[in-house]
């Protein structure tokens, strides 16, 4: 895309129609050159101002409710979960599975589908995960300067739990970004601030072409779509 | 005063249920123009909510309100539902909208979106020739794209970009004497 080809575009890129390959180059353009980016502005704020112009539509009976119930679902408790002492020596027979799952797809390191059975305990939604996570999972160990952790994937990939450990806070203006990688290149998971001792965070569904997981130091108020800041953290190439 | 994402922005996890429910309503209205279907909305509006959820603590109050980048969010997941119903997007579109990065500074524009009213907006878009207005209206509300636009209208791609760069920045002109009326 040349410059002249931006210009025609900006009007699509204010009101969010590019598809993110588009938008993507456009941003390239506009980093570079401060009179496109001055050309852009008065069609970001007039589509600013229209997000002002939506007409009233009522909420279907219920709606409220489910919508809330729908997203608490689909969310794992917005704080970091401490990780409580470890879970008592007698086995149910879902540890013994899904210790022996986690064993069979992919174990790089055990000793941290103890600590999934340990955070599983700990939850209020313990079962549901447990039935979900119990048949098999997928265990990707992450590493990097000082920090140790892992991923452990549904094998539906539809959620997946985060664990790390000796991750320092974040520093001023920077949050932690996890990405997974692959065909489709890189795609933002989850942002999290770090935990002077362990983290765990559960994470939304994830591609099922994945070949990596990444964790990154990103600014506060980066676009978030792709990967800027230095990466801390993988899973093995 | 503090407001529910604030809260929820530096850490406040009992906020963010506030904020569901602070937003529902304006994000069910945002998604259901794109959509026009109920429960596809609340479907979308789920979505937002859990993307908000993800990238929350990238909002740059600098750049933009949060009710307009919580909307944005919105309806950019309603696009998204629209238009992997329609099998025509294999990616998502942006998670979050990330025009707000590129967007400078500009605290004035601020104070005059925070004093516009739907009522104002809507009298601002009227006062647009109507077939800027059309255009607009199926671009932003419904998230049509222009190549889409002009297949419905019978008229050249280009003729549809060209409306809606007058309309754009004729809207904002409309709107800048409220700005220049704040400006000391």
Same mark, same amino acid.
């Given at each position: 895309?040349?410059?002249?080809?931006?210009?025609?575009?900006?009007?699509?890129?204010?009101?969010?129609?590019?598809?993110?390959?588009?938008?993507?180059?456009?941003?390239?353009?506009?980093?570079?050159?401060?009179?496109?980016?001055?050309?852009?502005?008065?069609?970001?704020?007039?589509?600013?101002?229209?997000?002002?112009?939506?007409?009233?539509?009522?909420?279907?009976?219920?709606?409220?409710?489910?919508?809330?119930?729908?997203?608490?679902?689909?969310?794992?408790?917005?704080?970091?979960?401490?990780?409580?002492?470890?879970?008592?020596?007698?086995?149910?027979?879902?540890?013994?599975?899904?210790?022996?799952?986690?064993?069979?797809?992919?174990?790089?390191?055990?000793?941290?589908?103890?600590?999934?059975?340990?955070?599983?305990?700990?939850?209020?939604?313990?079962?549901?995960?447990?039935?979900?996570?119990?048949?098999?999972?997928?265990?990707?160990?992450?590493?990097?300067?000082?920090?140790?952790?892992?991923?452990?994937?549904?094998?539906?990939?539809?959620?997946?739990?985060?664990?790390?450990?000796?991750?320092?806070?974040?520093?001023?203006?920077?949050?932690?970004?996890?990405?997974?990688?692959?065909?489709?290149?890189?795609?933002?998971?989850?942002?999290?601030?770090?935990?002077?001792?362990?983290?765990?965070?559960?994470?939304?569904?994830?591609?099922?072409?994945?070949?990596?997981?990444?964790?990154?130091?990103?600014?506060?108020?980066?676009?978030?779509?792709?990967?800027?800041?230095?990466?801390?953290?993988?899973?093995?190439? | 005063?503090?407001?529910?994402?604030?809260?929820?922005?530096?850490?406040?996890?009992?906020?963010?249920?506030?904020?569901?429910?602070?937003?529902?309503?304006? @994000?069910?209205? %945002? =998604?259901?123009?794109? &959509? $026009?279907?109920? /429960?596809? !909305?609340? *479907?979308?509006?789920? +979505?937002?909510?859990?993307?908000?959820?993800?990238?929350?603590?990238?909002?740059?109050?600098?750049?933009?309100?949060?009710?307009?980048?919580?909307?944005?969010? @919105?309806?950019? %997941? =309603?696009?998204?539902? &629209? $238009?992997?119903? /329609?099998? !025509?997007? *294999?990616?998502?579109? +942006?998670?979050?909208?990330?025009?707000?990065?590129?967007?400078?500074?500009?605290?004035?524009?601020?104070?005059?979106?925070?004093?516009?009213?739907?009522?104002?907006?809507?009298? %601002?878009?009227?006062?647009?020739?109507?077939?800027?207005?059309?255009?607009?209206?199926?671009?932003?509300?419904?998230?049509?794209?222009?190549?889409?636009?002009?297949?419905?209208?019978?008229?050249?791609?280009?003729?549809?970009?060209?409306?809606?760069?007058?309309?754009?920045?004729?809207?904002?002109?409309?709107?800048?004497?409220?700005?220049?009326?704040?400006?000391?």
């Amino acid at each position: 895309m040349n410059r002249e080809q931006a210009l025609e575009l900006l009007p699509d890129y204010s009101l969010g129609l590019l598809d993110p390959a588009e938008a993507a180059e456009i941003e390239r353009l506009l980093a570079a050159d401060p009179a496109l980016r001055a050309e852009l502005q008065p069609f970001l704020q007039a589509a600013e101002a229209l997000a002002h112009g939506y007409g009233d539509a009522p909420l279907p009976a219920g709606a409220a409710d489910r919508i809330a119930a729908g997203v608490r679902a689909r969310l794992q408790p917005p704080a970091p979960i401490p990780f409580p002492a470890p879970a008592p020596a007698a086995r149910t027979p879902w540890r013994a599975i899904a210790l022996a799952s986690a064993a069979a797809v992919l174990v790089l390191a055990v000793g941290l589908a103890a600590a999934l059975i340990a955070y599983l305990d700990a939850r209020d939604d313990a079962d549901s995960l447990r039935a979900q996570l119990a048949s098999r999972a997928i265990e990707l160990p992450l590493s990097g300067d000082g920090a140790r952790g892992a991923v452990f994937v549904s094998t539906d990939f539809s959620f997946a739990i985060l664990r790390i450990v000796g991750l320092p806070e974040a520093p001023e203006g920077h949050h932690y970004q996890i990405w997974s990688e692959g065909p489709y290149g890189a795609r933002s998971a989850a942002d999290f601030q770090g935990a002077n001792g362990e983290l765990i965070v559960r994470l939304p569904s994830l591609p099922r072409d994945m070949t990596r997981m990444f964790v990154t130091l990103e600014p506060d108020g980066a676009p978030g779509d792709r990967p800027q800041g230095p990466e801390v953290m993988t899973s093995p190439r | 005063m503090t407001t529910h994402f604030e809260r929820f922005r530096a850490g406040d996890a009992a906020a963010f249920d506030a904020l569901v429910a602070e937003y529902t309503g304006p @994000a069910f209205a %945002a =998604a259901v123009q794109v &959509l $026009r279907d109920p /429960a596809l !909305a609340e *479907e979308a509006v789920q +979505d937002a909510f859990v993307r908000l959820w993800q990238r929350g603590r990238q909002f740059d109050p600098s750049r933009g309100s949060e009710r307009s980048w919580i909307l944005a969010i @919105a309806r950019n %997941a =309603a696009i998204d539902l &629209l $238009r992997k119903r /329609a099998r !025509a997007l *294999e990616r998502s579109i +942006d998670d979050a909208p990330s025009v707000y990065a590129v967007r400078d500074p500009d605290d004035t524009w601020q104070t005059v979106l925070a004093s516009l009213t739907g009522e104002r907006l809507r009298q %601002a878009l009227e006062e647009l020739p109507a077939e800027q207005q059309d255009v607009i209206v199926r671009a932003y509300y419904q998230g049509q794209r222009p190549v889409d636009i002009a297949r419905e209208l019978g008229l050249p791609e280009g003729t549809v970009r060209s409306r809606l760069r007058l309309a754009l920045a004729k809207l904002r002109d409309t709107l800048a004497p409220v700005r220049e009326a704040l400006e000391p």
